[in-house]
């Protein structure tokens, strides 16, 4: 199936700073989901983005389908920031549900 | 607009029973996904239902069971459990193939 790692596993900030997150994957596919999961455990959708940029106030993410990665961009980073942010990717016509998640990047942004 | 809802959020069960957790999607969504995260394994696909249908399966046992209703609420079921299958279940809805997925807030299942 299909591969998904997503770098770095860790990161540490100071409030402000801006940061990036990569995530690369092994095939083509359907859909590319952001999401950053709360201290309670939801899923909160970022993007849906197979493919170009988007934006969304301090957030934006790019995905290159052809060289297959995703990029997250997170500016002037708070401490509500902290969490662990997934990459998933669904792939072809009859992976009906399926998303497959990244490992997470863990971010802490201290004050 | 409502969102995905999970019942219960919280469960502790003692090995050996059943447990019966329950999504409602978000209304016109007729597709239910599973997952199960779980600090080792990170989240993993259960199975789909679509219409009723189980459409996709993930690599579980035949102890992890689901049904969808024709209101496309969807359960699922963990029989004789496991210290293993201790995890946070989620369930994720879509209106269709390609049209992204929301999160519900998920159970968390504590067997002991």
């Known amino acids: 199936g299909i591969q998904v790692e997503q770098s770095p596993p860790d990161l540490i900030l100071q409030e402000g700073a801006n940061s990036t997150l990569r995530c690369n994957f092994s095939d083509s596919v359907n859909n590319l989901q952001w999401f950053h999961q709360n201290p309670w455990g939801q899923l909160i959708n970022l993007f849906y983005?197979?493919?170009g940029t988007k934006q969304n106030g301090r957030l934006s993410a790019t995905t290159v389908a052809t060289e297959r990665y995703s990029l997250l961009y997170i500016s002037s980073s708070q401490t509500t920031d902290s969490g662990v942010y997934f990459c998933?990717?669904?792939?072809?016509?009859?992976?009906?549900?399926?998303?497959?998640f990244g490992q997470g990047t863990i971010l802490t942004v201290h004050p | 607009k409502a969102g995905v809802t999970q019942t219960p959020r919280y469960l502790i069960k003692t090995r050996g029973q059943q447990v019966t957790l329950s999504c409602s999607p978000i209304?016109?969504?007729?597709?239910v996904s599973w997952y199960q995260q779980t600090p080792g394994q990170g989240l993993q696909f259960l199975f789909e239902?679509?219409?009723?249908?189980?459409?996709n399966k993930g690599n579980f046992p035949g102890r992890f069971s689901g049904r969808q209703f024709s209101n496309s609420r969807s359960e699922m079921n963990v029989s004789t459990l496991e210290l293993g299958d201790s995890a946070l279940y989620l369930c994720?809805?879509?209106?269709?193939?390609?049209?992204?997925?929301?999160f519900g807030s998920g159970t968390r299942l504590t067997v002991v």
């Open positions: 239902y679509f219409s009723e249908t189980q459409r």
């Open positions: 209304s016109g969504h007729r597709s």
């Open positions: 983005i197979p493919s």
């Open positions: 994720a809805s879509s209106l269709r193939q390609g049209d992204g997925y929301t």
């Open positions: 998933a990717v669904e792939e072809g016509s009859t992976s009906y549900g399926k998303l497959t």
